[in-house]
């Protein structure tokens, strides 16, 4: 199977050779994914044909969006983009934990940046499917001036070609980006992004997501809580990889530096995304991921409050008929309950 040959080699390049791949059109696998009425959802406007997002960190330069709809998801989440392109930290950088299920990162946004992104969506765009979700989530280049520039900069610059943006102020390998989640610095970038935004015809309807990491203390999350709702942010998404290291990883490499995403996060992202669900008393729209690797999970996050549910890491370890699998548990899964309907399920965990 493709995806044993690619774990033969080191993460990046067999990252860098599945984009290629994907980008030469092979036909890796193509097929109509099945449709399920009790999975699709209306959330803020957006027609979501099923809750399984690709979430950011794969397609950081909008160069497989076809591709990865063939496998079903039901929107993909490009980037992170920064303004201007740049490199990323020095290699090595990405680290399988194969023994944990789990990936640990310090790639550092790179990217293509703006310019080619943005072209990158405009050819998507030509024949763009109406069922075809694209989040498009914005970051900051580590060398610029003023961080809160950088984020009108891609809001506007790549807002309009997406259905939703997502600001990044979580990843751990951009020095000062997680101090955006502070309290004075969010409302301070939220208050500007929306005032971007209302300048802008095309922006003015578009949702919003701000997406945190899961190393936030209790005050922390609530003061996010607490703003958000202020200011009407539309969506958090909850959450990126953490800095943290579990006491249950073995792996050899557990002591890398950067995020750690996969199976060992699930527990405490799900946990920071029923807290938040519970303090905003369900208002705000969220986004559940990571370690999310099967149907349960997902439905998991979805019982813990979240409308829809991203992964990436999972999609590393089992391929791209995760999707599959997922989508089909969780169908089961909501008729065992006694739901027609997967909006039925949400924030409803004990
Ligand atoms: C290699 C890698 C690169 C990532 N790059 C980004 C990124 O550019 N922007 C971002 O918001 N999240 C990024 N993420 C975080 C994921 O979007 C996701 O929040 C996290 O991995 C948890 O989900 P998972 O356990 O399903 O992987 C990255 C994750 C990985 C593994």
Redesign the pocket.
């Known amino acids: 199977m493709l995806i044993n040959l690619l774990r033969l080699l080191p993460?990046e390049t067999a990252?860098t050779i599945t984009i290629k791949l994907l980008k030469s059109k092979l036909n890796l696998r193509r097929k109509n994914s099945k449709i399920y009425k009790s999975l699709n959802q209306t959330i803020l406007g957006i027609n979501f044909k099923n809750p399984i997002g690709l979430?950011?960190?794969?397609d950081?330069n909008a160069e497989v969006i076809n591709q990865m709809f063939a496998y079903g998801f039901g929107f993909i989440?490009v980037?992170?983009v920064t303004p201007k392109k740049q490199l990323g930290n020095e290699k090595p950088r990405?680290f399988r934990l194969v023994e944990d299920d789990?990936?640990i990162?310090h790639?550092g946004?790179n990217?293509k940046g703006s310019e080619e992104i943005v072209s990158n969506l405009k050819s998507f765009y030509v024949d763009k499917d109406i069922n075809e979700i694209i989040g498009v989530?914005v970051?900051k280049n580590k060398s610029t001036e003023n961080d809160i520039d950088d984020y009108l900069y891609g809001v506007e610059k790549l807002g309009i070609f997406s259905d939703y943006i997502?600001i990044?102020i979580?990843?751990p390998n951009t020095p000062g980006l997680r101090d955006l989640q502070l309290r004075g610095r969010i409302e301070a970038l939220v208050k500007k992004i929306q005032k971007k935004q209302s300048e802008i015809e095309q922006l003015v309807n578009k949702p919003i997501f701000i997406?945190i990491s899961p190393d936030l203390n209790d005050e922390q999350l609530r003061d996010i809580a607490l703003m958000s709702l202020a200011n009407n942010i539309n969506g958090l998404?909850i959450?990126?990889?953490t800095i943290q290291r579990p006491d249950t990883l073995i792996s050899n490499y557990k002591n890398e530096v950067g995020?750690l995403?996969?199976?060992p996060?699930?527990l405490n992202?799900t946990i920071l995304l029923k807290k938040m669900h519970s303090l905003t008393n369900g208002q705000i729209t969220l986004i559940g991921?990571?370690?999310?690797?099967s149907g349960h999970e997902c439905y998991e996050k979805i019982k813990a409050g979240a409308s829809l549910v991203?992964?990436?890491?999972?999609?590393?370890y089992q391929g791209p008929e995760i999707i599959d699998h997922i989508l089909k548990e969780l169908d089961e899964l909501i008729t065992i309950d006694g739901y027609k309907h997967i909006s039925e399920a949400i924030g409803k965990s004990s």
């Open positions: 993460p990252h979430a950011a960190g794969f950081k989440e980037g992170t990405v789990a990936i990162n790639l946004f990217n989530n970051g997502t990044n979580s990843s997406k998404i959450s990126n990889s995020g995403s996969g199976k996060i699930f992202s991921v990571g370690g999310v690797s991203q992964l990436y890491t999972a999609l590393v």
